[in-house]
T-cell receptor, first 109, second 112 residues
Framework: RKEVEQDPGPFNVPEGATVAFNCTYSNSASQSFFWYRQDCRKEPKLLMSVYSSGNEDGRFTAQLNRASQYISLLIRDSKLSDSATYLCVVNARGQNFVFGPGTRLSVLP | NAGVTQTPKFQVLKTGQSMTLQCAQDMNHNSMYWYRQDPGMGLRLIYYSASEGTTDKGEVPNGYNVSRLNKREFSLRLESAAPSQTSVYFC???????????FGEGSWLTVV
């Protein structure tokens, strides 16, 4: 089983739609969780950190479920500019960052 | 507002040639990393340096060497390039190896 798993997609959604991505991780000692966004031929960039209590940043909401070992990302009112690959990233104390394979999102006009 | 800077951005090598990818960060981070990204494979860690003076192998270290020149700089060397090393290479840094990781813009390497 891979350490971090994501549905690769692609998710094709119309503008204005709400879309949710899930990510599961296998290491129960994981302590830090992030969502990164990667545009085509660009570097990954931090979208948001994920906290135990959940957090929201504008149209984006991230949730962490430690018991089930998954994190989620919800995007409301999708924009064309949200089209990208979304990477789930997990880090355990004393270990390196582990990246999921990414979920590709295409927002269609 | 440079962050992580890596050079060159594009390079074409012939099989057997050597080259060094340079990386520098200006955020006073302790940890630095080299990743490669291939279609359908995601990001794979080549080597990392948890702190100045230390380097360790990642998931795919074969065919590469690294040098942590100082706290700012972490270079990746291909001693004898092979077509299998055609990839996009990302340098990254993190303050302490647990918090946010920041990436350079990437280096596109083609080995023919």
């Amino acid at each position: 089983r891979k350490e971090v798993e994501q549905d690769p997609g692609p998710f094709n959604v119309p503008e204005g739609a709400t879309v949710a991505f899930n990510c599961t991780y296998s290491n129960s000692a994981s302590q830090s969780f992030f969502w990164y966004r990667q545009d085509c031929r660009k570097e990954p960039k931090l979208l948001m950190s994920v906290y135990s209590s959940g957090n929201e940043d504008g149209r984006f909401t991230a949730q962490l479920n430690r018991a089930s070992q998954y994190i989620s990302l919800l995007i409301r009112d999708s924009k064309l500019s949200d089209s990208a690959t979304y990477l789930c990233v997990v880090n355990a104390r004393g270990q390196n960052f582990v990246f999921g394979p990414g979920t590709r999102l295409s927002v269609l006009p | 507002n440079a962050g992580v800077t890596q050079t060159p951005k594009f390079q074409v090598l012939k099989t057997g040639q050597s080259m060094t990818l340079q990386c520098a960060q200006d955020m006073n981070h302790n940890s630095m990393y080299w990743y490669r990204q291939d279609p359908g494979m995601g990001l794979r860690l080549i080597y990392y340096s948890a702190s100045e003076g230390t380097t360790d192998k990642g998931e795919v270290p074969n065919g590469y060497n690294v040098s942590r020149l100082n706290k700012r700089e972490f270079s990746l060397r291909l001693e004898s390039a092979a077509p299998s090393q055609t990839s996009v290479y990302f340098c990254a840094s993190s303050e302490n190896g647990r918090d946010t990781i920041y990436f350079g813009e990437g280096s596109w390497l083609t080995v023919v």
